[in-house]
């Protein structure tokens, strides 16, 4: 827990200032984080049918793993964006330091070996909320394309016919 040196050229920011900055520093966040999703489940769309129609379970996988590396590169976005704004704003005097700092922020990993600054401390709630926001919409869109890929998949397996039925079936409800 060691607070940053040397000490920031603004050292103190007025509370509603910060609010806004924030506020600001979310709304970049959701964006960018839009953007990157939107990208993510278009591309998803427009291909996803060619995969699920192959019997190349290996060319699945790569697509998959190909629009997780658009997500991760999303996040990582987000991540530089927060760190520049920080370290422009002098509430951080290097930028390696600064990205250090909003990557553990913004995963909620919370080591607390780095710190803001007094007069910037609450940026760090904004900065976690971002995350945690951004990480919940990334689960939902990865669980849409794999729930999507799993239906076509298997939907070979699901159309067949069931074998005809000799009599009454247990379970069955008679009249």
Known sequence: MVP???????TDVHPFLEIGLGLVMTLLCM???????YQVMHRFEIHWWRFARENRELRRQIYFFYLVILILLTHLTEIFSLALILHFMQAIPDLRTAFYLVGETYTSLGNGDVLLPLGWRQLAMFITMSGLL??????GVLANIVGKTYDAQFAS??????????GNSEGSVED
Not at 4 to 10: E, F, S, V, W
Not at 31 to 37: E, K, T, Y
């Open 4 to 10: 940053l040196n040397p000490a920031p050229l603004i």
């Open 31 to 37: 964006l960018i984080h839009s953007l990157g999703m």
């Open 134 to 139: 951004t990480f919940g919409w990334t689960t």
């Open 157 to 166: 397996v699901r159309d067949k016919p069931n074998a005809p039925s000799s």
